[in-house]
């Protein structure tokens, strides 16, 4: 099979990524292109831009064959406008600003890249798992406003920028939402900026709802709005999140409920008919975020040459309950940072087989009688470094018990 014939059939990522190198120097780059095939990423050598293949990879598999050409030639526009300088004042691009609403663990993935949760600029918070921050929407990109733009080349501040952003979105927002579902309804745009649209909270108010507001973000194209007290609704909510995830750019299965103006990141009661499937949607979106926080992590200590273990998010079902928990694994002379989960199990190698897997404990038994011994690390999904075991006497406060058999 030649390259063409994989290229419009089912590309491998590093077919993708040459169609990519070759396409970009067709227009005219002469400078030296670097494929990183284990990051999937291009870089052109000696500039800052970074170019992420894998969401436009997934969509280029989503295309239709007839149209992946022109996609393919709209990615080197991206590329060509990404090296185009940055504006020297807000006035300049303010009818293309708009506010980008994006879960917060995204930004946390980026902090990773530049420094252990440290950016040069900080979104602001919408809900517990959703921030907003401000970009300028080109024709065939759109550029993130970094700090640096805002402080030292416009010297404003993110709360000025997002308010004419603000504006532009209601302008581009005249559309009425669809019924996805009975109870469910959806946004009708499709441009790239649906869940950003949770930004204008009074658009999603003026939906008839039972109860309040409740909105879905899976995705940049989706956004899904019910209501609290709809019971079928939320039952059909879950559904639709699920055929969303298949979609490419997924965001997070988390809700959030309108209270007044602001958002908060909300589940049902737990009594409610529809709290376990969205439950284990929402536990689900924090296992996967704490997965690719560790992967991040991973890279990071590999590179400084820091012997530390990065705990893994896990969850396992409990005995007469349909409700999983999530839980990690705590083990004795491992320099470890543990991510936040219901359950800490313990674990000692130099016990005998049979009693190396202490037991488990809960996450506030454990922080209650062995705090002293865990320092969190400030990122938005906390992790806590912990270099000690706990002592004996520690362990015997924590009265382990149960041992889980799900992954470690």
Not at 273 to 281: E, G, K
């Amino acid at each position: 099979m030649g390259f063409f014939d994989r290229l419009f059939g089912r590309p491998t990522k590093d077919d993708f990524a040459h169609a990519m190198i070759k396409a970009v120097r067709a227009s005219g780059e002469r400078g030296e292109i670097d494929y990183d095939p284990k990051e999937f990423k291009l870089k052109l050598r000696g500039a800052d831009t970074v170019h992420h293949l894998q969401n436009v990879y997934l969509e280029f598999l989503a295309a239709r064959r007839k149209d992946r050409p022109a996609y393919l030639q709209r990615l080197v526009r991206v590329w060509a406008q990404a090296k185009r300088a940055s504006p020297k004042a807000m006035e300049e691009v303010r009818d293309r600003l708009l506010p980008r609403v994006r879960e917060r663990a995204y930004y946390d993935l980026i902090g990773l890249s530049t420094g252990f949760g440290h950016m040069d600029f900080q979104p602001q918070p919408m809900c517990e798992h959703l921030c907003v921050n401000a970009i300028v929407d080109y024709p065939d990109m759109v550029t993130e406003l970094s700090g640096k733009i805002l402080k030292d080349d416009w010297g404003v501040t993110l709360a000025e920028v997002l308010k004419p952003a603000r504006e532009n979105l209601w302008k581009i927002s005249n559309e009425n939402f669809v019924t996805a579902a009975p109870g469910v309804f959806r946004s009708p745009w499709c441009d790239n900026h649906d869940a950003s649209r949770a930004y204008l909270h009074d658009l999603i108010w003026q939906l008839k709802v039972k109860g309040r507001h409740v909105i879905a973000t899976p995705n940049r194209d989706t956004l899904f709005v019910t209501g609290t007290d709809d019971e079928e609704g939320l039952f059909n909510l879950s559904k639709l999140i699920d055929a969303a995830k298949e979609e490419p750019r997924f965001m997070t299965a988390q809700l959030a409920a309108l209270n007044g103006s602001a958002w908060e990141t909300w589940l049902p009661p737990r009594e409610h008919p529809a709290f376990l499937p969205l439950f284990i949607h929402s536990m689900r979106s924090r296992g996967s975020a704490y997965n690719e926080q560790k992967a991040g992590l991973q890279k990071r200590f590999e590179k400084e040459g820091a012997d530390i273990f990065v705990a893994t998010f896990s969850a396992m079902s409990q005995e007469g309950s349909d409700l999983p928990v999530s839980y990690c694994v705590w083990s004795k002379d491992v320099h470890s940072w543990l991510p936040r989960t219901d359950l800490v199990a313990f674990f000692n190698n130099d016990l005998p087989e049979d009693r190396k897997s202490m037991g488990i404990a809960s996450w506030e038994t454990v922080q209650q009688h062995a705090g002293a011994l865990m320092k969190p690390q400030g990122l938005y999904l906390e992790r806590w470094e912990v270099k000690e075991f706990p002592s004996p006497e520690m362990l015997a406060n924590l009265r382990l018990a149960g041992v889980p058999e799900g992954p470690a």
